[in-house]
């Protein structure tokens, strides 16, 4: 009974992940693209890759932008929108990136 109650709950927990990553793909496609890629590796030269970041560095830094503790002009705006649960939504679909490094 207990297992069943705990197969449950994580399933529940990964569901959710799951939807955090879909839901801030959608996201990211309308309003991030342009800047950080499509995928995460930027396509404005002064842009950050975002893809593989790790979620709480990424929540950080936009509820950071978002409350003007770090200031940057574009991203000030951006991010003044934003709710917590999306600020999780995008933070998951970046993190769920996987990148792979090659030393030069
Ligand atoms: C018009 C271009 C543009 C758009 C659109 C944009 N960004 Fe940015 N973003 C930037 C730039 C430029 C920086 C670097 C800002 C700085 O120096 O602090 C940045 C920085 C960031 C950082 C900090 C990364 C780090 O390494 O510290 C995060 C996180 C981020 N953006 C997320 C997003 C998300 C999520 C969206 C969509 C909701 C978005 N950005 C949309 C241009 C953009």
Redesign the pocket.
């Known amino acids: 009974m207990k297992i069943a109650l705990f197969i449950s709950l994580m399933l529940a927990a990964f569901n959710s992940l799951a939807d955090d990553v879909t839901a801030?793909r959608a996201?990211?496609d309308?309003?991030?693209?342009?800047?950080?890629g499509p995928h995460g590796v930027?396509t404005?030269p002064?842009?950050?890759?975002?893809a593989g970041?790790q979620a709480l560095?990424?929540?950080e830094?936009?509820k950071s932008?978002r409350g003007g503790q770090?200031?940057?002009a574009?991203?000030g705006v951006?991010?003044k929108p934003?709710t917590d649960a999306?600020?999780a939504q995008?933070?998951a679909w970046?993190s769920a990136i996987k990148v792979t490094v090659e030393l030069p």
């Open positions: 801030g996201k990211a309308v309003a991030c693209a342009l800047c950080h930027a404005l002064n842009a950050p890759n975002l970041q560095y990424l929540s830094q936009l932008y770090r200031q940057n574009v991203m951006i991010a934003l999306e600020i995008l933070a970046y």
